[in-house]
């Protein structure tokens, strides 16, 4: 559902982005907090659930999922934010090759942490690896958009005024009216 969501917005972050960057930035700081705010509330949920999801699901012996699914649950607000800048900034100012060498990076360090933890942690250090090769790659994507200057990351609790009013919005929710033209 959040993957659709961004294919609807993107194509209306995308022109803004090179038309009016500054209303661009407003509403990509919007959908951000909010993707942030609901991948923290998802983390939370499953973090706290994760016995009874366990249990319910896989059966009583599987305790050893539990940890696994615990620290799975940490992927969420980072996976919820990373998509978000990714999506509301990155692809929009057509940065996809550094985006994909982000992505490697990230990759190789997943598995890096894997190959150096699984003695120690065994089937923890899976989980381990992709939660931390899902930080590389947070920190990678905000350190490039923190190098453009036209990038805003302040964020913004409430929708700003000059989107909801906007024309590009108006046309992905009414897309009737723009293809009868």
Request: positive net charge; contains cysteine.
């Amino acid at each position: 559902m959040i993957y659709l969501f961004f294919r609807t917005v993107y194509p209306v972050l995308s022109n803004l982005q090179h038309r009016r960057p500054g209303e661009a930035n407003a509403l990509a700081r919007w959908i951000t907090f909010w993707m942030a705010i609901a991948g923290a509330a998802g983390g939370t949920l499953m973090f706290v659930l994760s016995p009874l999801l366990v249990h319910v699901l896989l059966g009583p012996k599987f305790g050893a999922a539990v940890p696994v699914l615990r620290i799975m649950a940490l992927i969420l607000p980072l996976s919820a934010l990373n998509m978000a800048l990714v999506y509301q900034w990155v692809l929009p100012l057509l940065l996809e090759r550094a985006l994909t060498k982000i992505v490697v990076c990230a990759g190789c360090f997943n598995f890096l942490i894997i190959a150096l933890l699984t003695r120690v942690l065994q089937e923890q250090a899976g989980a381990w690896g992709a939660v931390s090769a899902e930080t590389v790659s947070l920190v990678g994507v905000v350190l490039l958009l923190t190098r453009m200057q036209s990038v805003d990351l302040a964020p913004e609790t409430r929708r700003p005024r000059e989107i909801q009013g906007s024309p590009e919005l108006a046309e992905v929710l009414s897309p009737n009216e723009s293809s009868s033209s």
